[in-house]
């Protein structure tokens, strides 16, 4: 790249932790309630309550950490961060500031045609979620009211900082991607971007060349709650191209929050943004400071499942491509159903290009996921083993795939339903050889004279004759045999 300029990222990520009550209380943390349906004093910041820490929270909190290789702080405390807004009656929120729970962690991403880049994670605390505002109305701005739910107040959250690490809109992409692979098989949380239980806002600035200052100095935009990771990737592009002609035309950038409109793909002003100092965090008073056994934080260690980078290991030591391995570890659901129908067969490449053609085809259009797929791993084996045997080719056995998504049917009935079967028994096939021969005598001629394209000729008609049901090089061989055996009889 010629410009003058690099391109400096880091992201907040918010992750609601799944746990069935909230962070201080014991309301009920399910989504899509009716609204303020789940909520008692504590969480609706009632005087004179007091929060009492669910053990729950901070487990999934730690499992996360431990999985994106932070160190886990032994002692770290709860502060208050004031600001003054309906979604968050108590006007201050509890969270963590100056001993976050974990700190130091990091993630690898696989920017394409590049080495694995290591990203940083600077910190991740626990805290509380706020409430929602729906706005009754298109925007906020020609908005009559606004209607405030509490349902979400007080749902545990961790916030994973990442350092400035990411240099383009495509590593904040794949980070995030990883990232989200990595939190789903620990299963702490739903990770919906759309239902807001993943939530990411991306920090942007351009850093001129020969520019020694601290980072943490550049000028940065906050793009704030953007609801899918293509999203976060359009808005970082836009603030980009965006900075960079205000650069080019020697204006300043200013620090400020900036939405993000998908339907324009635009970045717009909100507000300027608030310093630490304008929080005015304090300890908080009615919580003692959260102290972690190591020998429990060590369990929890060992308890962790197997994470991406040593599924990648694996399935590339079973000689499975790099690209389909990709796919395979940031979809937990279909690693999953790999998992469970690779011990009954004997083919891992053959079962994974089925699940990532055929299968995936027919997810989609059913708006289905593997976890949900009515093929079953066993079911998928049986019908894979149709093909290794010989006794379906691969077109039969998609038609056969098809029947068992509508069915559910196993491999073997709908088979036996469809007369599908590839003929294999050798004197079955043998009698509609020596019909097809008789009645074309003059392309046996043909062949003999040199022909080799006659032979595909004979070789169509016997497949004709049988539906596509006998194994080409079967026919092949057999007729062959019969022309050969022919000639010697006559000759
Ligand atoms: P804030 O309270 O301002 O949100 P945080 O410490 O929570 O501060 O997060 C700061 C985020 O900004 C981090 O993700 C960090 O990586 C990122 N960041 C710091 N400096 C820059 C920069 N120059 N350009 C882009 N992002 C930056
Ligand atoms: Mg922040
Ligand atoms: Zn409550």
């Known amino acids: 790249m010629s410009a003058a300029f ?5 992201l907040e990520v918010h992750v609601e932790l799944k746990t069935a009550s909230k962070l201080f209380c014991g309301c009920s943390t399910a989504f899509g309630s009716a609204p303020n349906s789940q909520t008692c004093p504590v969480c609706l910041g009632m005087p004179g309550v007091l929060p009492v ?6 487990r999934l909190a730690v499992r996360s950490a431990l999985a994106l290789n932070c160190t886990v702080r032994p002692y770290s405390k709860f502060d208050r961060k004031q600001y003054f807004y309906p979604d968050l009656p108590k006007a201050y929120q509890i969270s963590q500031y100056d001993l976050p729970l974990a700190e130091y962690g990091w993630v690898n991403i696989r920017p394409s045609g590049q080495d694995v880049k290591r990203v940083g994670i600077r910190r991740i605390h626990l805290e509380e979620d706020a409430g929602k505002l729906n706005h009754l109305g298109q925007r906020l701005g020609d908005a009559v009211g606004s209607l405030v739910d509490l349902n979400r107040a007080g749902v545990p959250l961790i916030e994973i900082v990442s350092e400035p690490d990411m240099r383009s809109a495509e590593e904040a992409r794949l980070y995030l991607t990883e990232l989200r692979a990595v939190l789903s098989y620990l299963d702490v949380s739903d990770l919906r971007m759309e239902e807001g239980s993943l939530r990411c806002d991306a920090n942007v600035s351009l850093r001129p060349r020969g520019y ?9 935009v906050e793009i704030k709650n953007v609801n899918s990771i293509r999203n976060v990737q359009r808005g970082i592009e836009y603030e980009i191209a965006r900075q960079a002609e205000l650069l080019s035309r020697g204006e300043r950038i200013v620090r400020e929050t900036r939405g993000f409109d998908d339907v324009s793909g635009r970045t717009y002003s909100q507000r300027s943004k608030e310093e630490a100092h304008d929080y005015r965090y304090f300890p908080e008073p009615d919580l003692p400071p959260l102290v972690l056994q190591s020998e429990w934080i060590e369990k929890e260690r060992a308890a962790l499942p197997p994470l991406p980078d040593a599924i990648r290991q694996d399935l590339i030591a079973r000689g499975i491509p790099d690209k389909d391995v990709e796919v395979l570890v940031l979809d937990r659901e279909a690693y999953q159903y790999w998992k469970e129908a690779s011990p009954a067969f004997s083919d891992d490449r053959l079962l994974v290009n089925w699940m990532l053609s ?4 027919l997810l989609n259009a059913q708006g289905r996921t593997f976890g949900d797929c009515p093929v079953r791993p066993r079911q998928l084996v049986e019908l894979l083993t149709l093909i290794q045997e010989g006794t379906l080719s691969g077109r039969m056995a998609k038609e056969v795939l098809d029947a068992m998504f509508e069915t559910g049917q196993d491999a073997k009935t709908v088979v036996k339903q469809k007369g599908l079967s590839q003929i294999t028994d050798e004197s079955a096939l043998m009698q509609v050889v020596q019909r097809v021969l008789e009645a074309h005598a003059h392309v046996v001629e043909d062949y003999l004279s040199g022909k080799d394209k006659a032979l595909a000729y004979l070789v169509g008609q016997v497949m004709k004759e049988t539906r596509g049901q006998a194994k080409p090089d079967l026919v092949n061989r057999l007729l062959k045999e019969a022309i050969r055996g022919g000639q010697t009889v006559s000759g």
Do not use: F, Q, Y
């Not at 690099?6 to 880091?10: K, N, Q, R, S």
């Not at 820490?53 to 901070?58: Q, S």
């Not at 020694?212 to 940065?220: H, I």
């Open 53 to 58: 820490l669910n053990r729950e929270a901070v």
């Open 212 to 220: 020694t200052g601290s980072l943490e100095e550049l000028p940065r």
């Open 358 to 361: 055929d299968v995936s085809r």
């Open 6 to 10: 690099d391109v400096i990222i880091g």
